[in-house]
């Protein structure tokens, strides 16, 4: 059983496009994440709610817009697709706040033509 | 607000030899701290993590990290190197209290046979 699953893997689109990337946690956690991997591998912080409630919303722009119909569930829906969209988009899961370490998804290859 | 620094975006090894991966944190009250590994193409795993029980932390195969509070360091080593251990590692650091966790930008680590 997969733990934190994310749909699609690898998504190619053109600019101006609109997209969503899905993602599940079966983990029973409170707190879910939206994480943007550069090519470098730098990772940084999109968005986190906890029990559905929006806690992190980091600087992003406006075209990204999580949404969480339930715990186990939070969805990242980006419009106007530009180039600097593409990047590994990973979505991570825990027990709440504190000390809990967090689990990721496979994440999601984005490439915008 | 705290902060990462890894030294060193990327370490070679040998096969057997000694790996050590530097990690100093910035924070303004007591942390938790948590070491991370990433295999090609997959989403992030932790390795070990601190919260402030015992200073010397073991995680997964055969991995350990020493808190230094007087040196903020938070240092990953493992006795010898195998050629599985080839990855990306990362360093977080989170405040108690706080709800985000932030990632240094990661070492590569190289196994040479």
């Known amino acids: 059983d997969t733990a934190v699953s994310q749909t699609p893997k690898y998504l190619v689109t053109q600019m101006g496009n609109d997209k969503s990337i899905k993602c599940e946690q079966n983990?029973?956690?409170?707190?879910m994440y939206w994480y943007k991997q550069d090519s470098k591998k730098f990772l940084k912080i999109m968005f986190s709610?906890?029990?559905?409630?929006?806690?992190i919303n980091e600087t992003v722009p406006n075209r990204f817009s999580p949404k969480s119909p339930d715990k186990a569930h939070l969805n990242l829906h980006i419009n106007s697709l530009e180039l600097g969209d593409s990047a590994v988009y990973f979505c991570?899961?825990?027990?709440?706040?504190?000390?809990?370490?967090?689990?990721f998804g496979p994440g999601t290859r984005l490439t915008v033509t | 607000a705290q902060s990462v620094t890894q030294l060193g975006s990327h370490v070679s090894v040998s096969e057997g030899a000694l790996v050590l991966l530097r990690c100093n944190y910035s924070?303004?009250?007591?942390?938790?701290l948590f070491w991370y590994v990433q295999y090609p193409n997959q989403g992030l795993q932790l390795l070990l993590k601190?919260?402030?029980?015992?200073?010397l932390v073991k995680g997964i195969n055969g991995f350990e990290a020493e808190f230094k509070k007087s040196e903020t360091s938070f240092h990953l080593t493992k006795p010898s190197a195998h050629m599985s251990d080839a990855a990306e590692y990362f360093c977080?650091?989170?405040?108690?209290?706080?709800?985000?966790?932030?990632f240094g930008a990661g070492t590569r680590l190289f196994v040479k046979a």
């Open positions: 991570a899961s825990s027990r709440g706040q504190g000390d809990y370490e967090q689990y």
């Open positions: 983990l029973g956690h409170d707190t």
């Open positions: 709610y906890n029990n559905k409630e929006l806690i």
């Open positions: 924070s303004s009250v007591p942390p938790y």
């Open positions: 601190y919260t402030s029980a015992a200073t």
């Open positions: 977080a650091v989170k405040n108690t209290g706080g709800f985000k966790t932030i």
